[in-house]
């Protein structure tokens, strides 16, 4: 399944919302506090050099505004660059997430977890090839970039000047959020959504 503005039109009450990124980078961490998940396992996080998450994993949650009922359905991806998978596995795996889309695509979250390096482009630049074929659908209206692990994230000069560094490596003008994301399990600090 590929993007394109035919089947990005969800039901008013459903979100989808796909995670992916290189592994290590805080994809499942992200995941995890998007879900409001207290113990921690709906996405397994790893520090470990090799990737936790083996197949998409999703979860389901509801928020009500008003009287609206919105249903977000967050999609964790298999972690590119995975040193226990190869290439063809590591597709075959995106295919599992990208089939739990439905066709219907709201936001997809690309996790930096570090210096936008040389793998990083490469996979952004995958994504962008996979899902986005059709140049009249635009990359830039479905994809946030979020930058973990950036202990200056409420630092508003050092966000701006690293916003500067990644719109030279990434020409799509697409929006980006800076957070210092730790592991959940173990992490003393309530975090409340």
């Known amino acids: 399944m590929r993007i394109d503005e035919q089947n990005t039109n969800t039901p008013n009450n459903k979100r989808n ?9 805080g994809k499942s961490t992200i995941a995890n506090v998007l879900v409001n998940s207290e113990q921690a396992d709906t996405f397994k996080e790893s520090g470990r050099s090799s990737s ?3 197949q998409a994993k999703s979860e389901m949650f ?3 505004y008003g009287n609206e009922k919105i249903i977000y359905q967050i999609i964790d991806t ?5 040193t226990d998978m190869d290439e063809k596995d590591i597709f075959l795996r995106l295919s599992e997430a990208i089939e739990l889309l439905n ?24 994504f962008k090839s996979i899902l986005f074929f059709d140049s009249e659908c635009n990359i830039s209206n479905y994809t946030t970039v979020v930058r973990t692990r950036f202990s200056d994230f409420e630092d508003r000069n050092e966000c701006e000047i690293d916003r500067k560094i990644l719109e030279e490596k990434i020409p799509d003008d697409i929006q980006i959020i800076y ?15």
Request: aromatic share 6%.
């Open 78 to 82: 298999v972690g590119l660059c995975d």
């Open 62 to 64: 509801e928020v009500t």
């Open 179 to 193: 957070v210092d994301n730790p592991p959940l399990k173990g992490n003393e600090n309530k975090i409340n959504v």
């Open 52 to 54: 936790e998450t083996k």
């Open 103 to 126: 066709g219907e695509i709201n936001q997809i979250l690309f996790i930096v977890g570090g210096r936008f390096s040389k793998e990083e482009d490469e996979v952004y630049n995958i």
């Open 17 to 25: 919302i796909l995670l992916v990124g290189k592994t290590g980078n």
